[in-house]
């Protein structure tokens, strides 16, 4: 007789079998633009594989990004602009998988990698195409107004657009390294335009990253339609990112001023990632005069 699963427990990771019923209901579009209304902070992790997956799923984390950070964190490479569209679709594949075995709960975002939606808006359509097919319910792509045309083209075809300001890392080399964006009065001034821009365009989320905090403060209170997601720009936005290494401690180097290790505490992977959903909800962190600018 064959059989499609073994009958013997796998002694490899420990996720149930692919058939487990799931217990919560999943997040939805209407869900996030509900939560943003009524002003709950969305939590946000990134993760690349399965298990992680599951994990931040089972602990209640509500969007998961497979960001091109995996470039880093994964592939060891000094910054995202060597990611390629066939890496991404094989790990949100993998993530989606990993999800659907245990909650089916989280949100999956699929970060569009450098070059795959750049020349125009049908190439970010065919990009974006891949990563819906391999399991994301919606892709982030950086950049500022120049992104908004492709963020219409993409939200008109029924896909789902996260933006992501300040600072954008498939841009490091043109930014001059990994700095705080928007601490001048131009920069800021434009940054609240392509914000602005954007939620026009129909993005649902915005990614806001190493903006002032007073700044992103501001552009949040702009943008009733597109919830931010901040990620060392302070409290006030309407969720939180970090990425998952950082937020465990698995990091040999010294970890970003923004970054708070939540495993220090914890005691588990799931311990740590229920104190940052914990966290983010109840606005204890970030905390602005030690994570933000
Ligand atoms: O790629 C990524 O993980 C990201 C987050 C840092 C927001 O873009």
Not at 103 to 117: C, F, H, K, M, V
Not at 161 to 174: I, K, M, N, R, Y
Not at 258 to 263: A, E, H, K, L, Q
Request: proline residues 4%; charged residues 15%.
């Amino acid at each position: 007789m064959t059989s499609t699963s073994p009958n013997n427990a796998s002694p490899y990771g420990t996720l149930p079998p692919a058939s487990s019923p799931s217990t919560r209901k999943p997040v939805s579009l209407p869900r996030l633009h509900e939560m943003h209304a009524r002003g709950e902070k969305i939590t946000m992790l990134t993760a690349y594989d399965a298990t992680f997956a599951a994990v931040a799923d089972a602990a209640g984390v509500e969007t998961i990004l497979v960001g091109d950070s995996l470039g880093m964190v994964c592939q060891g490479l000094s910054s995202t602009v060597g990611v390629t569209l066939e890496t991404m679709r094989y790990h949100v594949e993998s993530v989606h998988r990993g999800v659907q075995r245990v909650q089916g709960t989280a949100w999956i975002i699929g970060d569009l990698p450098y070059g795959s939606y750049h020349e125009s808006k049908e190439q970010a359509f065919r990009s974006a195409a891949m990563l819906m097919q391999a399991g994301a319910h919606m892709v982030k792509l950086e950049g500022g107004g120049w992104t908004a045309d492709t963020t219409r083209f993409l939200v008109e075809r029924g896909i789902p657009v996260c933006a992501h300001l300040g600072l954008t890392p498939q841009s490091v080399h043109a930014l001059g390294g990994y700095r705080v964006q928007g601490k001048t009065e131009a920069s800021a001034a434009q940054l609240k335009r392509d914000a602005l821009a954007l939620q026009d365009a129909g993005a649902t989320l915005l990614v806001l990253e190493m903006v002032p905090a007073a700044l992103s403060a501001e552009v949040t209170r702009a943008l009733p339609q597109c919830a931010t997601i901040g990620i060392g720009a302070g409290v006030d936005t309407a969720g939180q990112v970090l990425v998952l290494h950082d937020m465990l401690g698995v990091n040999l180097g010294k970890n970003a001023k923004f970054v708070r290790n939540f495993m220090a505490d914890a005691g588990s992977v799931r311990g740590a990632m229920e104190a940052y959903v914990r966290a983010v909800k109840d606005g204890s962190f970030p905390v602005n005069a030690e994570h933000a600018w």
